[in-house]
Structure formats: C-alpha cells, structure tokens
C-alpha cells in the first residue's frame, strides 16, 4: 500500500455530487479546492472579472450550505473549501494529492479534462473519476503512464455524507498500491464501505440494484398490484428503506433510472437478465410528460396539497394500468399483516416463502430472480460474494445483501424455488452445495467467513478486529444477560454491554445491566468496559412508557428512586474503578445522551445526532445531565466574571430548546462532546473496535476520578440572567408559559438554587436539585399531556 498522507484535494466540477464530496472531504479533515467553468455569459457581454468568474463554484458551495440534510457534518468546514475556476486556477493542482474528476456524465468532456490534469498534476499525484458507468479504462486512454497508474474509479454515492458506499474501480494499469490506498483511506479516514469493483457496466451497487427495482417494476405490473402497496411490501417489511420501490424511484428521479435502464441495456447484450432491463409502458408515460418524481413534483406519486379528514396531506398514486392518479390506498394483504408481527429479518424471510397471497408472490419471484443474478454476476463484476453484498448494504441502504437474503432461507432451498420459477444459477453455486457447503457465510470463534468461490473453501472476512459486529459473539456464552441487556467478552480483558430494547429505550433493565457490568467488571479483574450496539441508533432516550405510567399513578416514592436510579447509574459509569468508554451512532438522545457525558470517553461515529431533548416531554435532563452541564459549566468559567454570564446562558439555551447535534463534530460545539476526551469515529462500522481501542489504551495506570466538590455555580446572579433570558424567548413566541417554567427550573439547577452569592458545590447538591426539579415537572398536567402526545404520535406537543 502506497505511504501517503492526503492533505489537499482538487474536486472538478462544482455540481450537486461534486459540492458534496467537496463538503464531505472538508468535513474529514481535507483541504478542498473546488473548481468549475467560468459563468454563462450573453453574446456581446464583457467577460467577467474578479470573483465573478468563481460564482458558478461559489454558488454551490452556498447552496451547499443552505441544503437539507446537511452535506456539512459542522457548517464551519466549509472555510476548508476555497473556490476557482478552470480558466484561472487549473494549474493550482499541482499543489494537490487527490483530484477527483466530477463534470457532466460524456466520455469526450471527461477525457478533456484529464488531458489538462495530466498537465498540470504533480508526479505521484492520485487522479480518479466519480463516473457512475463511464468505463474508467476509456477516461485514462492517451494519458501518461504515470497518470495512468495513479488513476481509477472512485464512484461515492449521493448524498455523500450519507451513503456509505465507495466503489473503487481500477483499471489494469492502475497500481496495486494505489487500490489498497483507497480501500483504507477510504474506510479509515472518510468513513466509507469500500468496495473493490471491475471495470463492468454500472459497477456493482447500481447493476445489482437495478435490476431489483426494474424486476419489482415487472412483477408490479403483472400481478396487478397498487405502488403504495408494493412499497408497503419492499421497504422495512424487508429490510430496506421505508421509500419502498416506488418512492425510491421518485427520490432519484425517473430520468436518472431510465438512463441507468437504458445504459445497462446497451452495455450488458449478454446480460441473462437483459428482458428486466425494459422500460415499460408507465415509466415511459412519466418520462414523456416529464413526470421525474420528486424534483419535478410528481413521478409515481402527485402531492395534491389537500388534507384528509384526520390532517394527513393527501397523495394520489399512479395507476399502472390506466396512468391515472388515484387516492393512495394500501391493499390489506395477510402477508402484510403478519410480517407486522415478527422483529427479526430471517424470521419474516421464512414467512414470506410460507404465504401465497399476491404480495408474497412478488417478493418471492423478485428476491429468487435477485438470487440468481447474483450468482451470475460472480466472478463478472466481482470476484467476492461479500463484496456484492457490501455494496448494496452500504449503496442501497439494505440491512443485508443478496446472499446474505438467501441463505436465510436456505442455500438449497432458494435453488430448487429458484430453478422451478426457470431462472439460472450460477454454476459454483451448484457446486458448492454438491461439496457439502450449505451457507454463504458462517460464524466461528466470533469471526465471520464467507464461501470464496476461487477456492472452494470458506475465507476469514477481510478487516478482522478493526470491525466488532456483536452478532459474532451471539454462539459465545454472555458473561451476563437480561431481556433488554447483553454483556460480551470482547476479548483482550475487555467487556461490551450491547443494548437489545425495543429501539434501545432505556428501562429498568438497562439501568440494571449497566450497574451489573460495571460491578463484574470491576470485580473479575476485566481491563474495561465498552457500552454500544450494532443497532441503527444508539438509544432514544429512557422509556417514557415507564414514567408516564408512575407519573398518572401518582407512584412519587417509586418515580423517586427510578429517577435516583438513573442518576446513579450516570455516577457510577463516572467513578467506576475501570475505564468506560461509549460507542454511539445514530440517535444518542435524553439518557443516552446523559450516560455518555458521565463515561471516560465516547467513541463517537461521526453520524451520531446527540441531545438532550426532555424538554420536548416536559420534562428537564433528569439521569444527571442537567447537573453534568453544570459541572462543565463550573470548569469552562474563567472565574473572572466577565464570560460566565453569556457562556452559562449559551449552554441554558441547550437545554431548554432541546438542540440536537446533527453530527458528532456538531456535539462539541454544544458541549455534549468534550475534546480533551472523546472522539470522532468516521466509519460507523469501526466505533466499537475504536472503543475497545480506547478502553485498552486507558486501562494501563487508570486512576478512577474522585467525585467533585468543588463545582462552581453563580446562584442568584445566575438566576436573574437565566429567568431574563427565558422571559425573552416568550416574548419572541419562541416558548410557552410551561416552556418557561421548564425552563426556570434548568436554570434553578444550573446555577445551584437560590444561593446569595457564587459558590462551591458538590455534585450530590446539584443531583438532588435536578431530580426534585424533575419530579415537580411530573406533577404538572402540561407534561403529562405532552408525554401521553409524544407516546401516541411520536411528536412533541407544544402547549
């Protein structure tokens, strides 16, 4: 692998994918140069001048910061980005590492472009192309050797920020360091799924997944099935994206898919498949009167503006048969009925090839046409079973990939199905089961093989100890157990708590598995703890359903100590004897939010959205997150009086309009993540080997910290501030009067109660504080109507 630092990257071509690879690069650490042509200008018009001649790049980068989501992980990166033009700054790429190629999708204007690059580009510099289908071995013809060598594919997926994938693609002469780079750089250091492809139509994600969303198409139109309902059928209910097929097809953009159709069908003529490829009359309906989805305004589905008689909007479906739009209606089919009733995947898989009604009918066609494509695509477009699987995982955000699908429900079951409905199985297939072999994948000793065909035996997954995935550990005896814990042993001494309630809501047994494992591992000698899942999100904070139930009861001694309880569950990940280090991704809210505040470190993946958002239920951070901001606050205060107000009405204002960092690198800036101890973990995939890591790293020499006593607060002086700040948000109608009296009671507790004068504190006093705050906010009618809101409809109530 080649041994090189990138410091500074060239993005050509300022469009939407362009600025955003531009944003994401920035936003891991990149210095970013971002180039594209000189503005349009009228016929007989002077030329323009100055920093006119950058605003077609400097007006995506604006509008890249105005975007939803965020292609930014923190707005602040984009001062990592400077702007230019082809014309004026083309030779400033000889100062960078990486130029990624990013213009319109022709061959002839791509190779022009890399005829200036390659005058340009400094010896030794990497050059790729993000091209979606481009044959990349064409793009590098006439180029010099050293360009070619140092050229490939590097295909992201839009939006970058978001989608996992990286497709590398080399050509054969592109040197074998240089694909290892992108492989690591690609995983470690931009957070991606890589994934080695040949140099074949479409690549893998968008060969495969394409196929699958024209053979839903088919099976839509045959079988006579309504959109809404089939994407009722192919999104969660399998694994996939609740957009379905259908709202997917909108989301992309129907001239994008007929182009990738048509582009399959014109470069794969030997495709088995090549009758999928069609485009049938209804999407050429949508095509010819520009019905492009969501862009456009109408695709699949047209939004009418209007609202149904319980305030839903109102959205009509595209009829198959007739091309008209219709009230959006779901069939009632059993089968959808029943997949309602069953948690895990492979479980539904089974059901689904047990029922007969028609939607079982379409995914079973679809997924046994899926499993043979697949089979013959290897060794066509990959050499690997995992990588395809890979690649729709991470491209198509499937929770598993094709042959992971198959052998849910049988290797050889999904031959005999799959050959009775004619299709064709790759023949290593078959040969692999007549060996003996009866799964794609197996686990053993807590590492993951995959079948390789080339050799005829299982192979170890490559990555090793650099990816924890908790399922590898389910054969192992866990060291402890309850219905919403499980504690492995994670080797090398270290232990991990894995949560497993329903969206990892923090109830009675969390609590007693977190003060469980930090007792064992304390007292059988274990070097650490890690706390994380492999879940899509961490936690969404503590079961509301258990307060709430306590709350209407009236049951105040019992809500008093499950209120204590969290507290001192917090202190005691604190003061632990041992290291504690937290690994989180997705939602880390309320509680889990809480916990890791209170942990040594906190391995954070960077798509980790943390806050602490009890105000949205009434309520005030009652785990000792309202009292941890206050010990932050007494840390950050320079004692001279003159920054304490304004910073302690900045972290108040965190708290009482419930802001949640929409990345970790966000977290800091609200003071969830603290620099000097936690960290950012790019690929989500790593952050529980990262917290292993750290635990290990901590572990030599730890000395447990001592509880404080000596946590500054500003008391009344704080107090008139804070009760200021808060009247001002009423009188804006940025709160109501129960926001505000939220509000006084955060401020109570962070500036230690109506004390005369600034002073010293312990952390108990403010503990106490907090939990009597919280138990009087548990009394008011207000709350307990916005607790019951956010339990029915899982929205906040503003009242």
Request: aromatic fraction near 10%.
């Amino acid at each position: 692998m080649l041994n090189k630092h990138l410091r500074k990257v060239a993005i050509l071509g300022s469009g939407v994918m362009g600025t955003a690879i531009a944003a994401h690069l920035a936003g891991c650490g990149l210095e970013v140069l971002l180039l594209d042509i000189l503005p349009p200008t009228p016929e007989g018009a002077p030329a323009p001048a100055g920093a006119q001649r950058n605003s077609v790049a400097n007006t995506a980068l604006q509008n890249a910061l105005k975007a939803k989501p965020a292609p930014f992980y923190d707005s602040k990166f984009a001062a990592r980005i400077t702007v230019g033009n082809f014309e004026d700054d083309f030779p400033k790429i000889k100062d960078c590492d990486w130029i990624i190629e990013v213009v319109v999708e022709r061959l002839d204007v791509k190779k022009q472009v890399f005829e200036k690059v390659d005058k340009f580009r400094s010896k030794g510099a990497l050059v790729s192309s993000n091209t979606s289908g481009i044959p990349i071995h064409l793009m590098a013809e006439g180029r010099s050797e050293d360009f070619r060598k140092n050229f490939c594919g590097t295909h992201f997926f839009n939006p970058p920020r978001y989608m996992r994938l990286l497709e590398i693609i080399p050509t054969p002469d592109t040197d074998p360091g240089v694909v290892d780079f992108f492989m690591h750089y690609g995983d470690v250091f931009l957070g991606k799924q890589t994934v080695l492809c040949k140099d074949t139509p479409a690549f893998i994600a968008n060969r495969v997944g394409v196929y699958a969303m024209a053979k839903i198409f088919q099976l839509t139109h045959e079988l006579g099935l309504g959109i809404d309902t089939v994407d009722a059928l192919t999104g969660p209910a399998i694994g996939r994206p609740k957009t379905g097929t259908f709202r997917l097809s909108d989301l992309v953009g129907m001239d994008t898919a007929v182009h990738v159709i048509n582009g399959m069908r014109q470069n794969c003529p030997d495709d088995e498949q090549i009758g999928a490829f069609s485009i049938p009359p209804f999407l050429q309906f949508l095509i010819d009167n520009k019905y492009f989805g969501n862009k456009s305004g109408q695709g699949f589905y047209k939004k009418t503006g209007e609202k149904d008689a319980k305030g839903r909007p109102v959205v009509l479906a595209l009829d198959l048969n007739t091309n008209e739009y219709k009230i959006s209606q779901k069939e009632k089919l059993p089968l959808l009925d029943t997949l309602k009733q069953i948690d895990e995947l492979p479980q539904r898989m089974k059901a689904i090839f047990k029922a007969e009604d028609k939607g079982a009918q379409l995914l079973q066609r679809s997924f046994l046409g899926l499993f043979a494509y697949v089979s013959n695509r290897v060794p066509e477009i990959s050499d690997t079973l995992y990588s395809i699987d890979h690649a729709l995982r991470a491209g198509f955000a499937w929770e598993v990939g094709p042959f992971e699908y198959w052998d849910m429900i049988g290797l050889e079951n999904g031959i005999k199905q799959a050959e009775a409905q004619g299709e064709k199985i790759g023949d290593w297939v078959k040969d692999m089961l007549a060996k003996g072999h009866t799964s794609f994948y197996k686990v053993e000793n807590g590492q993951r093989y995959y079948y390789d065909q080339r050799s005829g035996s299982y192979q170890a997954m490559p990555g090793g100890a650099s990816f924890i995935v908790l399922d590898n550990y389910r054969s192992q005896k866990a060291v402890y157990q309850n219905s919403e814990v499980t504690l492995h042993d994670i080797g090398d001494g270290v232990l991990c708590l894995e949560f497993h309630s329903k969206m990892n809501a923090i109830g009675e047994g969390i609590l007693r598995g977190l003060n469980e494992s930090v007792q064992i591992a304390e007292s059988q000698g274990w070097k650490g703890l890690v706390i994380g899942n492999n879940a899509q999100n961490f936690t969404v904070g503590a079961n509301l359903m258990m307060i709430a139930m306590m709350a209407y009861l009236q049951e105040w001694d019992e809500l008093n100590m499950a209120v204590s309880l969290f507290q001192q569950t917090s202190m005691r990940l604190r003061y632990s004897s041992i290291p504690v280090v937290m690994a989180t991704q997705g939602y880390v809210f309320g509680g889990g939010c809480e916990f890791s505040m209170h942990c040594d470190s906190v391995m954070a993946a960077a798509e980790s959205y943390i806050g602490l958002v009890e105000v949205g239920v009434g309520l005030i951070p009652g785990g000792a997150g309202t009292k941890e901001f206050a010990v932050r606050l007494s840390d950050e205060y320079s004692r001279e009086g003159d920054v304490q107000i304004p910073r302690l009405i900045d972290r108040f204002k965190t708290i009482a309009t419930a802001q949640v960092a929409t990345s970790a690198n966000e977290a800091f800036n609200y003071g969830y993540l603290q620099t000097q101890k936690d960290r950012v973990v790019y690929n989500t995939a790593r952050n529980i080997a990262e917290a292993k890591a750290r635990v290990l790293e901590l572990a030599d020499n730890y000395v447990a910290p001592i509880p404080r006593k000596d946590v500054y607060v500003l008391g009344r002086t704080g107090l008139g501030a804070l009760y200021v700040a808060a009247h001002s948000l009423k009188l804006g109608h940025y709160a109501s009067e129960h926001d505000i009296k939220i509000a006084q009671k955060i401020a109570w507790v962070l500036c230690g109660g109506d004390l005369t004068s600034p002073q010293m504190v312990s952390e108990q006093y403010l503990i106490d504080l907090e939990r009597e705050a919280f138990l009087s906010l548990c009394g008011e009618q207000k709350t307990l109507e916005r607790i019951q809101h956010m339990l029915e409809s899982g929205k906040p109530l503003r009242n």
